[in-house]
């Protein structure tokens, strides 16, 4: 299973992105993760192919996690974003038991 993430970029302090991470075939459970400067890699939000998701207390109602199954896709919608935010954002995806993982996108929140 191949990972795409996309749609990262530069943006204001309060601005919103879409994040997206296609991947080659059906998975099952979906994770964003991000890695800020100088600190280890975190996760932002999980979604599994049927249920709940799942967010990290410091999401705090800002970011949101969905998915396209028909299109092997996950989402994270990303608002009222802060400097603290910056990183690089990835995404991982489970299949056949074994986890995959695609290279991130860039964050960058600056005024």
């Known amino acids: 299973v191949q990972l795409q993430a996309s749609g990262g970029g530069l943006v204001q302090p309060g601005g919103s992105l879409r994040l997206s991470c296609a991947a080659s075939?059906?998975?099952?459970?979906m994770t964003w993760y991000r890695q800020l400067p100088g600190k280890e890699r975190e996760a932002v939000a999980v979604v599994p192919r049927g249920g709940n998701t799942q967010y990290a207390d410091f999401v705090k109602g800002r970011f949101t996690i969905s998915r396209d199954n028909a299109k092997n896709t996950v989402y994270l919608n990303l608002k009222d974003l802060k400097p603290e935010d910056t990183g690089v954002y990835s995404c991982?995806?489970?299949?056949?038991?074994?986890?995959?993982w695609g290279q991130g996108t860039q964050v960058t929140v600056s005024s």
């Open positions: 075939g059906p998975v099952a459970r």
């Open positions: 991982s995806a489970i299949s056949n038991w074994k986890t995959y």
